[in-house]
DNA sequence: ATCTAACCGAGACGGTACGTCGTGTCTTAGC
DNA sequence: GCTAAGACACGACGTACCGTCTCGGTTAGAT
């Protein structure tokens, strides 16, 4: 009853962190095109089975890795008035994500395997546009937001440019591209 | 004065063409990623090498192939005013778009492939900007946009959802999302 | 004390066989010249790189299988006298050798392959030398062969003439030149 | 009636030498073995075409290159003995043949090709061999050589070491090793 | 103190596709 | 009819990874 404890020999922690560590420094050298099992088990000093025992395709191994890396705390912000939320959640975002091309490569890899596809939006996609959904819950409480608008459109809109400009690379995505996409969200609501 | 006469024989313009259908072919029975040179090659009965000397990469096969097949020509409309002439092309745009998987792979592509991702962007993606921005620039000049308006941002906003709806596949994008989007940009243009 | 404990997958002894019989059915089929490891891949149900793996180059293969084929034992003669010795010797390997157009194969390989030729002279070429060259020698402390004479030489006129016949195909490689031969060497000697 | 005089335009010696020259070019620069069709085309500035219409394999280009070169002549010593005409004969040849590797290069191609095959020994093996037998039955007529004594035994002999050690590379082929084989035919023809 | 089960590294295995090379044939225009 | 140029179908090359497998060896709880 105290749960499944498993016979045998434990997995190693040390291994597993090995190969994420390596993940992350193969992405690094060579970006996501580059990336093999092979690479990260040499790299890691591993053998290839324990990475397929324990994640079923390298994108998989990506996911894990970055959001082990640090900003998996999607914060918030509640700042009393949509406008300024709006601002602050997109300048957060786009400060973080403008420097990250694994990003794009995890898409390339969702794209191409719905498997992984899944993950990708479960443990990530999903998890973004619920957080900017809770801003934009709590707008429509404050009445900012005019009835019936469709808040999932919004959220498509603003996932979307932020997206589209991730992928396509033609304009920037910095903190005044945030206030510029908000001020437009902002408008969209009335 | 007939031009630049070329040596040697002359490529043979019916390969040429059974390599396009056959890479259509095959991205139809298979997909996107389960695409390869040696299919291709094998299915139009033709020698590796000859793909290989007219295109770059298979990717570019798959986008000539494309450009081909038919939706070459862009429609504009132009019924004189904005919210009409937005909906008429989101929804032509989502009616063709929406059931083209490829699309999809080509992509994934161009996020792997830099070379690849510049060919993808002049001969496709931004000339469909470009036809939604002579709409767009129509409107202004008829004084339905707001003076200030960023209309970069604006063409983001449209095919930023249209295509993180069509990665994502988490909404539909059917005539009735091409309606609901066009009043959303109209709003913010106000 | 057991010797080199390898790690990792042993090699497959049923895929190194596979490969050597692979190997000599195709060269019974096509001859020497229409060898490819393709083929031989092919036929033995394997990986290519399992070929390449342990054998640098195709020539190596096909040593190696016909070393391991049979006539690996080299029977040096000892009935007292040089002709009798010499005429058993070149009687059996003429014998041997008469029909097996694969020994020009090989040669042929040897010719234009500097690594391969260094590989087929110490394991084929010089161990058929050296049992040649005993005979030589017990006759020499027998007294049958006059002092001062080149034994090198003598060798080299006995292989010389075997391969010369075997390369040109000009005249049979019978057990009657194996006598004509022997009495010429023995008559050299004196 | 005048004979076959051939219609348009007439075959370009100028070609032809380039061809030829190309061939022992390449040859020289990277062996027989690195030698191909494309290459000497290339580098004679001509199609490929034109080679394949004059020679049926790149083996016979090669020899009629080799027998322009200049030695085509073989002198055949008559200085009134055998062991003067022989040790002149083999002199004169080893001289010539030991710094030639790309003899070697024609026979490898010879065993792999028997088309080819039946050309070099036509136009150049044979031709030798012919050429001391002319040395062997002048020899015979002056009583030189024991009655019954196998002349073309005799000149497998000679060209077997040749070819062997020019093919094993194991022993010298100096003006030396000429001296010592010579003595070994005389020897054995008593 | 064993036994058993699952882990680990190493690395060989059968495959598949890669992109290149050389072959011998063909199809142009030009001489 | 010959030439240079060069595209063509073909097929082998040697390499890279894939995902699976089979070793010897390790590390735990269960017996």
């Known amino acids: 009853m105290t749960g499944e404890r498993r016979l045998g020999r434990p997995r190693s922690e040390a291994t597993r962190t090995a ?50 890396r640090a900003e998996t705390t999607i914060e918030i912000p509640d700042e009393g008035s949509l406008p300024a939320d709006l601002a602050a959640f997109l300048q957060a975002t786009f400060r973080q994500w403008g420097q990250r091309p694994t990003l794009v490569g995890l898409m390339a890899q969702a794209l191409l395997d719905p498997v992984f596809a899944t993950a990708f939006k479960e443990k990530f996609l999903f998890r973004r546009r619920a957080a900017l959904r809770v801003v934009m819950t709590r707008a429509a409480e404050r009445g900012e937001i005019a009835p019936g608008t469709d808040v999932e459109l919004l ?20 903190e005044r591209a945030g206030e510029q996409l908000a001020a437009l969200v902002v408008r969209a609501t009335r």
Chains 1, 2, 3, 4 share one sequence.
């Open 19 to 68: 190969i994420l560590t390596a993940a992350l420094e193969e992405l690094d050298e060579g970006g996501y095109a580059a990336l093999t099992i092979d690479g990260i088990a040499r790299r890691a000093g591993c053998g290839k089975q324990t990475i397929y025992r324990w994640w079923p395709s390298k994108a998989d191994v990506v996911l894990e890795a970055l959001l082990e």
């Open 155 to 174: 959220l498509d809109v603003v996932y979307g440019v932020l997206w589209y400009r991730l992928l396509l690379d033609h304009a920037p995505l910095d």
